[in-house]
T-cell receptor
Framework: GAVVSQHPSWVICKSGTSVKIECRSLDFQATTMFWYRQFPKQSLMLMAT?????????EQGVEKDKFLINHASLTLSTLTVTSAHPEDSSFYIC?????????????FGPGTRLTVL | GENVEQHPSTLSVQEGDSAVIKCTYS??????FPWYKQELGKGPQLIID?????GEKKDQRIAVTLNKTAKHFSLHITETQPEDSAVYFCAASPSGNTPLVFGKGTRLSVIA
């Protein structure tokens, strides 16, 4: 149980284009989803928290207009990197939390490697 | 807010030896402490967790201990194997529906 998938697993795009990453909870309903960014040999950096049906809460320093997050259903959240530039190249990981969790368990997806040329 | 410190940042052990990774947290209200293993190019995988009403939890070769008074918790891996080589992250959960706060990670290398 508690499986989270991400798609695509890797993507290469040209500078200036937009890229959408999907995160799905496969066997539970995720009331809250989190999006992280990870640079090589570094820890997870929280970008935003989204609750189903409401606007995402972004961490300080994360541009909401550049990283669009949608959490339209209890099993799907999307992160769209708009007008991507080489500095947006990174490993993006989503995480999901179910509404039955009495403690704040988070289950992670496999990550998406974004390379912007 | 919550702050999690993790040590050491790198750890090398001989195959068969034990490995210990330690974390401290600052928010006494935190009540959930998971440990994640991340292999290269993959997302973190939950390997064990402990809740604040328990002092120790074991799952085969992996154990976690929690000292609420001192606000620290540790991961113990016994009889290490090369496949245990990975980056391990500890985390703490503050109260409410807030994100986990992660340590900076420990890169464990098990030398055959």
């Amino acid at each position: 149980g508690a499986v989270v998938s991400q798609h695509p697993s890797w993507v290469i795009c040209k500078s200036g284009t937009s890229v959408k990453i999907e995160c799905r909870s496969l066997d539970f309903q995720a009331t809250t989803m989190f999006w992280y960014r990870q640079f090589p040999k570094q820890s997870l950096m929280l970008m935003a928290t989204s609750n189903e049906g409401s606007k995402a809460t972004y961490e300080q320093g994360v541009e909401k207009d550049k990283f669009l997050i949608n959490h339209a259903s209890l099993t799907l959240s999307t992160l769209t990197v708009t007008s991507a530039h080489p500095e947006d190249s990174s490993f993006y990981i989503c995480s999901a939390r179910g509404f039955r969790s009495s403690y704040n368990e988070q289950f992670f997806g496999p990550g998406t490697r974004l390379t912007v040329l | 807010g919550e702050n999690v410190e993790q040590h050491p940042s790198t750890l090398s052990v001989q195959e068969g030896d034990s490995a210990v990774i330690k974390c401290t947290y600052s928010d006494s209200a935190s009540n959930y402490f998971p440990w994640y293993k991340q292999e290269l190019g993959k997302g973190p995988q939950l390997i064990i967790d402990i809740r604040s009403n328990v002092g120790e939890k074991k799952d085969q070769r992996i154990a976690v201990t929690l000292n609420k008074t001192a606000k620290h918790f540790s991961l113990h891996i016994t009889e290490t194997q090369p496949e245990d080589s990975a980056v391990y992250f500890c985390a703490a959960s503050p109260s409410g529906n807030t994100p986990l706060v992660f340590g900076k990670g420990t890169r464990l290398s098990v030398i055959a």
